[in-house]
């Protein structure tokens, strides 16, 4: 079965650390790559997206993810952290181009210690 | 421009009774999905619909759980009998086909459902 994995499942960092979660997918051709974030009690909302074209995608409030073909990765970054981060963060798939149901990854939770 | 709109957002009830999610999806999204979160399970894909039609409900758990679309703006998931195991989070998303790639899903504020 296709799957997702988050290998980082709690991150502790201080505001202004860098940040890379990891998401790594199991192969199955052509993908649809994402990240949502959860904000305590909320949601979740898309940070960034990736179809095709430059596999270094910038999204909202400074996150950017690259999409590692050989590597079936799509790890998320930001330079600097702010408290305002903390949150849960999923990574989805969905692979080919018919179907359209995504599978999440079980989550990294981070945590911004101000 | 309103999001996906769930209802209700809280629901108590003792075992044994039937409960009902209700989803209303963004106007023009043509694909609506139901999803459970749970902290042993994570997020899970429960059914999805593409123009009111079930396309995908291999992840509904079992025959107590079942879903409709009657129309493009209108949805309901329900549990009958529900179960403690069934308490989790359910969100409602929806999508819009541009064509064959996707699009992103605009997810709902979820339901906390609390089986007794």
């Known amino acids: 079965a296709q799957s997702v994995s988050q290998h980082n499942h709690h991150v502790i960092l201080s505001e202004a650390a860098s940040l890379e979660l990891g998401c790594n997918y199991s192969y199955g051709g052509t993908v649809n790559l994402f990240w949502y974030v959860q904000y305590p009690g909320q949601h979740l909302q898309l940070l960034l997206k990736y179809f095709s074209g430059d596999p270094l995608v910038k999204g909202i409030k400074g996150f950017e993810a690259e999409f590692i073909k050989s590597k079936f990765s799509f790890n998320l970054r930001k330079p600097s952290v702010q408290w305002s981060d903390t949150a849960e963060y999923f990574c989805a798939v969905s692979w080919g181009t018919g179907r359209r149901a995504l599978t999440f990854g079980s989550g990294t939770r981070l945590q911004v210690q101000p | 421009d309103a999001g996906v709109i769930q209802s209700p957002r809280h629901e108590v009830t003792e075992m044994g009774q039937e409960v009902t999610l209700r989803c209303k999806p963004i106007s023009g999204h043509d694909y609506l999905f139901w999803y459970r979160q749970t902290m042993m399970r994570g997020l899970e894909l429960l059914i999805y619909f593409n123009n009111n039609v079930p396309i995908d409900d291999s992840g509904m758990p079992e025959d107590r759980f079942s879903a409709k679309m009657p129309n493009a703006s209108f949805s309901t998931l329900k549990i009958q009998p529900s179960e403690p195991r069934d308490s989790a989070v359910y969100f409602c998303?929806?999508?819009?086909?541009?064509?064959?790639?996707?699009?992103?899903?605009?997810f709902g504020d979820g339901t906390r459902l609390s089986i007794l």
């Open positions: 998303a929806s999508s819009r086909s541009t064509g064959v790639r996707d699009q992103p899903q605009h």
